[in-house]
């Protein structure tokens, strides 16, 4: 079992950034690739990005490559999010998952084995 904590959420206004986290627990951390994703409301949850056991690949959507970035830190047991130049089409409840394979990244919801409970981001235009 692996547990997983969000935090970094909050409001901020278009144009500004936040850094989310992802802390785990359970299992060995580095067993698995981790991926961001969000969900706004009234809509599917929707793929962010990606990012293998070691940190050395990682997976973007279109829509937030060059704008997010993630990140883990293996030492700390923790995912990072940077979010730069948020939109108001930002704003969303974002879930931090784990998947294994380590090496595996997808977009698919279905193929993330834990989830974390979310955090809420709010961009203000």
């Known amino acids: 079992q692996v547990r997983l904590v969000e935090s970094g959420g909050g409001l901020v206004q278009a144009g500004g950034s936040l850094r989310l986290s992802c802390a785990a627990s359970?299992?060995?951390?580095?067993?698995?690739?981790m991926a961001w994703f969000r969900q706004a409301p009234g809509k599917e949850r929707e793929f962010v990005a990606a990012?293998?056991?070691?940190?050395?690949?990682?997976y973007y959507a279109t829509s937030m490559k060059g704008r997010f970035t993630i990140s883990r830190d293996n030492a700390k047991n923790t995912v990072y999010l940077q979010m730069n130049s948020l939109k108001p089409e930002d704003t969303a409840v974002y879930y931090c998952?784990?998947?294994?394979?380590?090496?595996?990244?997808?977009?698919?919801?279905?193929?993330?084995?834990?989830w974390g409970q979310g955090t809420q981001v709010t961009v203000s235009s």
């Open positions: 998952a784990a998947d294994a394979p380590p090496w595996r990244l997808v977009a698919g919801a279905g193929e993330y084995d834990y």
């Open positions: 990012i293998s056991w070691s940190g050395g690949s990682t």
């Open positions: 359970g299992r060995t951390f580095s067993n698995y690739a």
